[in-house]
C-alpha cells in the first residue's frame, strides 16, 4: 500500500504561484507513476499533471504553460507549481499514486483545498 500527503494550498489571488507538495510513503518502490487531479464541485475528478518513474510528464490543456509537475524520487515527493491561477483552478486537488500491476491511479491523498478570488 501506498500513503500520500498533501500541503500547500489555501486561498490564493487570480495571478499567484502557489506550490502543492505530495509525500508518498510505504511501498513506494512499486509507484510507477504520480499526479495531481482537482474536483471542482459538480464536476468530475479530473487529471491535471502526472509524471512517471522516468521523468515523462503530461499535462490537461487547461494548465498547459501555467502548471508544472514534478518529482523528487529520492524524497517520494511529488510537486505541483501552479502559475498564473485563475478563478477557473478553484478546487480542491488531490494527489495520486498508480503503481504497477494497476490499470490506474489507486492511491490517493486527502485532497487540499486551492481557492483563487478574483
Known amino acids: 500500500q501506498v500513503q500520500l500527503v498533501e500541503s500547500g494550498g489555501g486561498l490564493v489571488q487570480a495571478g499567484g504561484s502557489p506550490r502543492l507538495s505530495c509525500a508518498a510513503s510505504?511501498?513506494?518502490?512499486?509507484?510507477?507513476?504520480m499526479g495531481w487531479f482537482r474536483q471542482a464541485p459538480g464536476n468530475a475528478r479530473e487529471l491535471v499533471a502526472g509524471?512517471?518513474?522516468?521523468?515523462?510528464?503530461n499535462y490537461a490543456d487547461s494548465v498547459k504553460g501555467r502548471f508544472t509537475i514534478s518529482r523528487d524520487n529520492a524524497k517520494d515527493t511529488v510537486f505541483l507549481q501552479m502559475d498564473s491561477l485563475k478563478p477557473e483552478d478553484t478546487a480542491v486537488y488531490y494527489c495520486?499514486?498508480?503503481?504497477?500491476?494497476?490499470?490506474?491511479?489507486?492511491?490517493w491523498g486527502q485532497g487540499t483545498q486551492v481557492t483563487v478570488s478574483s
Open positions: 495520486g499514486a498508480y503503481t504497477y500491476g494497476s490499470a490506474w491511479y489507486d492511491s
Open positions: 510505504g511501498r513506494t518502490f512499486n509507484i510507477y507513476a
Open positions: 509524471i512517471v518513474r522516468g521523468g515523462s510528464t
